[in-house]
Nanobody, 116 residues
Framework: QVQLVESGGGLVQPGGSLRLSCAAS?????????MNWVRRAPGKGLEWVSG???????TAYADSVKGRFTISRDNARNTNLQMISLKPEDTAVYYC?????????WGQGTQVTVSS
């Protein structure tokens, strides 16, 4: 079992920045898990945003956030999402997701609202 807790969401003006963090429970080998950030905008389905492999060297991004978002992970079991140049269409609940083979875990989500 993996427990994931997201933090860092909030209200920000267009063009602003936020940094989301996802803390994984200490009872797992964190590096075994591929970590994703996934979001759900109001009235829409889930959208994959970004992913990072266990070693932290291979990353991937959705076209909608490429060049504005940066994913990273550290030895303290945190997976971070640095977001800059935020747009109103980035408004969503952001979820942290851990995947290993057939295991798939989700956090409770953190709200990001981009509005003036």
């Amino acid at each position: 079992q993996v427990q994931l807790v997201e933090s860092g969401g909030g209200l920000v003006q267009p063009g602003g920045s936020l940094r989301l963090s996802c803390a994984a429970s200490s009872s797992v080998t964190f590096s075994n898990y591929y970590m994703n950030w996934v979001r759900r905008a109001p009235g829409k389905g889930l959208e994959w945003v970004s992913g990072i492999n266990g070693g932290g060297r291979d990353t991937a991004y959705a076209d909608s956030v490429k060049g504005r978002f940066t994913i990273s992970r550290d030895n303290a079991r945190n997976t971070n999402l640095q977001m800059i140049s935020l747009k109103p269409e980035d408004t969503a609940v952001y979820y942290c997701n851990a995947v290993m083979n057939y295991e798939n875990y989700w956090g409770q989500g953190t709200q990001v609202t981009v509005s003036s």
